[in-house]
């Protein structure tokens, strides 16, 4: 592959993870499948009312607690939890053999060789463009390093705002659960001496909201939000991994002593030999 399409091949590539998939298919195929096996009755386990209670409260605490913009870009990232994470610890190793070509080109046409190589080849990833135009930008290494640890950090903290507002609605909704449970109880308290069919319906309310406001916490807001954090960390690991690279190209370091300082960053199997 030539130098061009090297640095092309940085884009982002989304698939379907079919770990996820299956592990959200069966857990709750396990809860169906309970159900199914205990009960005739199926209907009993639906409660509109509980329901309103749990994920109306949730969503409206979310809303009440965070800005929109974030609130609904939590709940896109219940979707993404299904797709598999762009960057990974096995994909470093590609990230490197670009900082490779990266430091061929420089040795052999300088800086601004490999600016008019970057322009041509029109890089998406927003971290590489702003790393490259860190390089070409005449720093010295300790101002690259300070600027791109500073940009690597912040996309993490901005990134994972996601994850921190799934994690407050898994907290709130098992709370909300215990106000349907409330509501439930005080509705069959006061059927006690009326309706006896309303004492049925209060208790149902009250038990199946707290199901509810478990399941949604367990099962809907907690997995996205872990997957969301494991997805960044990696993002940021790999940007320090280029951060590293591109300290080291406008130090004007040997490809092989870059290629050596690069593999500490990679598992022993993945590491890139001398070339």
Same mark, same amino acid.
Request: glycine share 8%; net charge neutral; hydrophobic share 45%.
């Given at each position: 592959?030539?130098?061009?399409?090297?640095?092309?091949?940085?884009?982002?590539?989304?698939?379907?993870?079919?770990?996820?998939?299956?592990?959200?298919?069966?857990?709750?195929?396990?809860?169906?499948?309970?159900?199914?096996?205990?009960?005739?009755?199926?209907?009993?386990?639906?409660?509109?009312?509980?329901?309103?209670?749990?994920?109306?409260?949730?969503?409206?605490?979310?809303?009440?607690?965070?800005?929109?913009?974030?609130?609904?870009?939590?709940?896109?990232?219940?979707?993404?939890?299904?797709?598999?994470?762009?960057?990974?610890?096995?994909?470093?190793?590609?990230?490197?053999?670009?900082?490779?070509?990266?430091?061929?080109?420089?040795?052999?046409?300088?800086?601004?060789?490999?600016?008019?190589?970057?322009?041509?080849?029109?890089?998406?990833?927003?971290?590489?463009?702003?790393?490259?135009?860190?390089?070409?930008?005449?720093? $010295?290494?300790?101002? +690259?390093?300070?600027? @791109?640890?500073?940009? /690597?950090? #912040? =996309?993490?903290?901005?990134? !994972? $705002?996601?994850?921190? +507002?799934?994690?407050? @609605?898994?907290?709130? /909704?098992? #709370? =909300?659960?215990?106000?349907? !449970?409330?509501?439930?109880? +005080?509705?069959?308290?006061?059927?006690?001496?009326?309706?006896?069919?309303?004492?049925?319906?209060?208790?149902?309310?009250?038990?199946?909201?707290?199901?509810?406001?478990?399941?949604?916490?367990?099962?809907?807001?907690?997995?996205?939000?872990?997957?969301?954090?494991?997805?960044?960390?990696?993002?940021?690991?790999?940007?320090?991994?280029?951060?590293?690279?591109?300290?080291?190209?406008?130090?004007?370091?040997?490809?092989?002593?870059?290629?050596?300082?690069?593999?500490?960053?990679?598992?022993?199997?993945?590491?890139?030999?001398?070339?």
């Amino acid at each position: 592959m030539n130098e061009k399409s090297q640095i092309s091949s940085l884009r982002t590539d989304f698939q379907i993870s079919y770990a996820s998939i299956t592990g959200a298919v069966f857990g709750f195929a396990l809860i169906i499948g309970a159900i199914l096996m205990g009960s005739r009755n199926y209907l009993s386990f639906l409660s509109i009312e509980g329901f309103m209670i749990v994920v109306g409260g949730t969503l409206a605490v979310a809303f009440m607690s965070y800005q929109a913009n974030y609130v609904i870009e939590a709940l896109k990232g219940i979707g993404l939890m299904f797709r598999k994470a762009a960057v990974t610890h096995e994909n470093l190793h590609r990230d490197m053999i670009n900082i490779l070509d990266w430091a061929r080109i420089v040795r052999s046409r300088g800086l601004r060789g490999l600016e008019a190589e970057v322009q041509d080849a029109g890089i998406k990833d927003p971290f590489v463009r702003y790393s490259l135009d860190m390089v070409v930008s005449n720093y $010295t290494p300790e101002e +690259v390093r300070a600027m @791109m640890e500073t940009a /690597a950090d #912040a =996309f993490y903290e901005r990134d !994972t $705002t996601a994850a921190r +507002v799934l994690m407050s @609605m898994a907290s709130h /909704a098992p #709370a =909300f659960g215990m106000v349907g !449970t409330l509501v439930g109880m +005080v509705i069959m308290m006061g059927n006690f001496k009326g309706d006896i069919a309303g004492i049925g319906t209060g208790l149902s309310v009250s038990l199946l909201a707290t199901l509810y406001g478990v399941v949604t916490a367990r099962m809907v807001y907690m997995p996205p939000a872990a997957k969301i954090l494991q997805k960044q960390e990696d993002l940021r690991f790999r940007n320090y991994l280029i951060t590293e690279g591109m300290v080291l190209l406008v130090d004007n370091r040997s490809h092989h002593y870059i290629q050596d300082r690069l593999n500490s960053f990679l598992k022993p199997g993945l590491q890139q030999k001398t070339l």
